[in-house]
């Protein structure tokens, strides 16, 4: 009998907990398209990204940001260093520390490092190391997320992205399960110092690219399963679109190589618990409680998509095999070589572009 009483206050404490634990996240109930297969179709699972090989040093955490430039990798770290590599890891340097978290680099024609940081905004890095906060908010609200950065080719825009400006950094389960709208995508003017929201009540605005001749500006919502896209000229310019939808993953970064291809890094599929919870704001805020001291419901899964310029998969690349290299939340293509960093690993990864678009 003691026995049975002990089961049911343990019972009663963890049903108090789901249902009266204070949290700051407010679900917002909508409606997620039905997944797309893993199984058949253009997502089929696969082993591409077995081929996935180390590269540079093997001994960081959380590479993800990531530029090759010559036979050197740049890449952020999650203490908030900026590293140069070799390839093989032997040499290293230490650009700079931000202080923050360095989720997204590009170089500006100027020479400037300019770093989308989680924590301390849009920031540039001059040769001499010395590291200069750009801009931190926009139309008077402080970015709460700075994730990623693209720089058009005269270099008088960066192009960037607020996660959340209601989540912080660490944060981003919290902030795609509300599903808020609370993103946004921004334009940082480098002459006159001037920051522009292009887009905003976007879910989670992630990863940012240029298209062709700086045509476009594509963004990433890792909430709501898509890219958008903002038109920059020609007879749409200033208006929004969807590039992409009902993607099978929550998708982190995206780059495009100059020429005829984005690829886009997933950071896991999509959770069937979470898309079916989509529209009961009540049971998604148990499950945010549940995560407090239960591991995310996420799967393990190295995932990494091609699209052409009309937005079509024209490449798809898998690995849920055990020790595989993931999340994958930074992929880009250098010549014979699709680069991989990661929020959580330990090393960068590289596969031949030759198999991948087989």
């Known amino acids: 009998m003691k026995l049975r009483h002990g089961w049911v206050l343990l019972l009663v404490v963890i049903l108090g907990f789901l249902l009266l634990m204070p949290s700051k996240v407010e679900p917002v109930a909508w409606t997620p398209q039905a997944a797309p297969s893993l199984t058949d179709g253009i997502y089929a699972e696969n082993q591409l990204l077995k081929a996935a090989t180390k590269v540079g040093p093997s001994d960081i955490e959380g590479p993800e940001a990531l530029l090759l430039e010559g036979d050197l990798l740049i890449t952020g770290l999650h203490d908030g260093r900026v590293l140069q590599t070799s390839l093989d890891g032997t040499q290293r340097k230490v650009l700079a520390d931000t202080g923050g978290r360095p989720l997204g680099m590009a170089r500006h024609p100027n020479g400037l490092l300019v770093i989308a940081d989680g924590v301390k905004g849009l920031l540039s890095l001059d040769a001499q190391g010395q590291v200069i906060a750009l801009t931190k908010e926009a139309d008077g609200v402080p970015f709460g997320f700075t994730d990623d950065v693209a720089i058009d080719k005269p270099g008088h825009y960066a192009y960037f992205s607020d996660a959340s400006s209601r989540w912080g950094y660490g944060h981003d389960g919290e902030a795609i399960i509300e599903h808020g709208g ?28 240029l298209g062709p001749e700086d045509a476009y500006v594509l963004v990433n919502e890792t909430g709501a399963y898509r890219i958008s896209r903002y038109w920059l000229t020609g007879p749409k310019a200033g208006t ?5 939808d009902n993607l099978p993953g929550l998708p982190d970064n995206l780059a495009f190589n100059g020429r005829d291809r984005f690829w886009v890094a997933l950071y896991t599929p999509r959770n069937a618990l979470l898309d079916r919870t989509a529209g009961h704001p009540f049971v998604r805020k148990m499950i945010v409680r549940a995560m407090t001291v239960l591991p995310k419901p996420l799967e393990k899964r190295g995932f990494v998509l091609g699209l052409d310029l009309q937005g079509k998969v024209i490449a798809n690349l898998q690995d849920a095999g055990e020790g595989n290299y993931s999340p994958i939340t930074t992929v880009r293509e250098y010549g014979d070589w699709l680069y991989l960093g990661s929020l959580k690993a330990t090393h960068m990864a590289r596969v031949p572009l030759a198999g991948a678009l087989k």
Do not use: H
């Not at 929004?240 to 992409?244: A, E, H, S, V």
């Open 182 to 209: 609370d993103g946004r995508l921004l334009r940082y003017d480098f002459q006159t110092g001037k920051t522009k929201v292009l887009l905003d009540k976007l879910e989670f605005a992630n990863g940012v690219t």
């Open 240 to 244: 929004q679109d969807l590039f992409i």
